[in-house]
């Protein structure tokens, strides 16, 4: 801490928690042990330019870190890595998840849906809502069924589908970088 006190940017932040612990009296100490309980045991560099690898390293050195395995399935999806998402899944369970996260769960059975096309290990031991299923075969008829209408696919996806993974992923990314949006998505699988 005295040495982020000197920097410009943590500055404030060090100061308030140097002061706390040089206080100790319990005011705020739930914001405090929380830090602690978040410390990575293991100290490793971070790699600014693959936050994920990150976050796995985090998740390894404190296996109650559940922002950081939140962050790295963020990131997953963000980046479209859809075998990384199938390959991390037991991970909802460990951090208590009764049921896969919605966005989760449409990555993963897109993932599932063409695990063979792309030589991927299936996902076994999660069971899939059934009504995402159907909504995902809806999603697939839509775009079948208008396979010479893009823009009429992109109209009818968007107003039923616009807040799913799907839809991301469909429409490019939002607003992913140009250079993610001309990556095949084949091979974000891994």
Excluded at 51 to 79: G, Q
Excluded at 90 to 117: N, T, W
Excluded at 132 to 143: C, G, K, T
Aim: proline share 3%; aromatic share 12%; hydrophobic share 35%.
């Amino acid at each position: 801490l005295r040495i982020l006190e000197k920097s410009l940017i943590h500055h404030s932040w060090a100061k308030k928690y140097a002061e706390l612990i040089a206080k100790n009296d319990g005011h705020d100490a739930s914001s405090l042990d929380e830090k602690r309980r978040l410390r990575p045991i293991n100290h490793f560099f971070i790699h600014s330019k693959n936050p994920s690898s990150d976050m796995l390293r985090l998740i390894e050195s404190s296996s109650s870190n559940k922002m950081a395995f939140e962050y790295l399935m963020a990131c997953y999806l963000l980046e479209c890595k859809l075998g990384n998402i199938a390959q991390h899944l037991d991970l909802c369970r460990q951090f208590g998840y009764p049921l896969l996260p919605r966005h989760i769960e449409e990555a993963a059975i897109m993932y599932q849906s063409s695990v063979k096309s792309v030589g991927g290990e299936p996902i076994k031991d999660f069971l899939f809502r059934r009504d995402r299923i159907a909504a995902f075969a809806r999603f697939n008829r839509i775009i079948l069924e208008n396979r010479t209408d893009k823009k009429r696919a992109d109209q009818l996806l968007r107003k039923e589908f616009g807040d799913t993974f799907w839809y991301y992923l469909y429409s490019g990314g939002g607003k992913r970088t140009e250079t993610l949006k001309t990556v095949k998505i084949e091979e974000n699988y891994y």
